[in-house]
């Protein structure tokens, strides 16, 4: 299976600032995931990102809010812009298929002050 | 729609014996993916089990295994020996065939805790 990379694992940010949350994956992979967690919940999908392609953004999710980019098959980034407290959450990147199992980075907790 | 359900919040059991965890799952498809996942404190996702939905074989992983029964729509985790380490949140999904891509859809989750 897929090693994944993320980084930062947290950060403190501004109200009203953006920060971009980036994933490294070991290996070549088609489709890269974003999901968000709230502190003792489940995940929700945010966006699954396709190399070449536009990402498609779950219900809830926009792309002016969550920009996303897939510039090759080993690496997507996520960026959370103009946030607000209520942005304050864990995310995660995650690769992989049905058949090998999909693979998540280690989160990034953000807290937007 | 596809939903994943598991209906028992939080459970404990004691280092050395046998819990099973529940997940119930509502799909029309006829070929699926189901896995289980676990979460412990350091939030790293780590993928504990699959089950591939026409394999009527349970899937087993060491301690690990599930118990897929497929008409009653049920895919629960049994964990044999359960260790201290064992101690996480367990997340059960089911992977959604959409649109030419695919997504995993988990449910709340079930926080065990393994006493010593």
């Known amino acids: 299976s897929a090693v994944i990379s993320q980084k930062p694992s947290r950060d403190i940010c501004q109200r009203g600032t953006s920060l971009t949350i980036q994933c490294q994956v070991d290996s070549q992979v088609t489709m890269m995931f974003w999901y968000r967690q709230q502190p003792g919940q489940s995940l929700t999908l945010i966006a699954t990102a396709n190399q070449g392609s536009e990402a498609t953004y779950e219900s809830g999710f926009v792309i002016d809010k969550f920009p996303i980019s897939r510039p090759n098959l080993t690496f997507s980034t996520l960026t959370v812009s103009n946030m607000s407290p209520e942005d304050s959450s864990i995310y995660l990147c995650s690769a992989g298929d049905r058949i090998d199992g999909y693979t998540f980075g280690s989160g990034t907790r953000l807290t937007v002050v | 729609a596809q939903t994943v359900t598991q209906s028992q919040p939080e459970m404990s059991v004691q280092e050395a014996e046998t819990v099973t965890l529940s997940c119930t799952y509502d799909t029309s498809e006829s070929n699926y993916y189901l896995f289980w996942y676990k979460q412990p404190p350091s939030r790293q996702m780590i993928l504990v089990i699959r089950?591939?939905?026409?394999?009527?074989q349970n899937a087993t992983e060491n301690r690990f295994s599930v118990n897929f029964q497929k008409a009653a729509k049920s895919f629960s985790l049994k964990i044999s020996d359960s260790q201290l380490g064992d101690t996480a949140m367990y997340f059960c999904?089911?992977?959604?065939?959409?649109?030419?891509?695919?997504?995993?859809?988990f449910g709340k989750g079930t926080k065990l805790t393994v006493n010593p």
């Open positions: 999904a089911f992977m959604k065939q959409q649109g030419g891509s695919e997504k995993l859809v």
């Open positions: 089950q591939e939905a026409y394999k009527q």
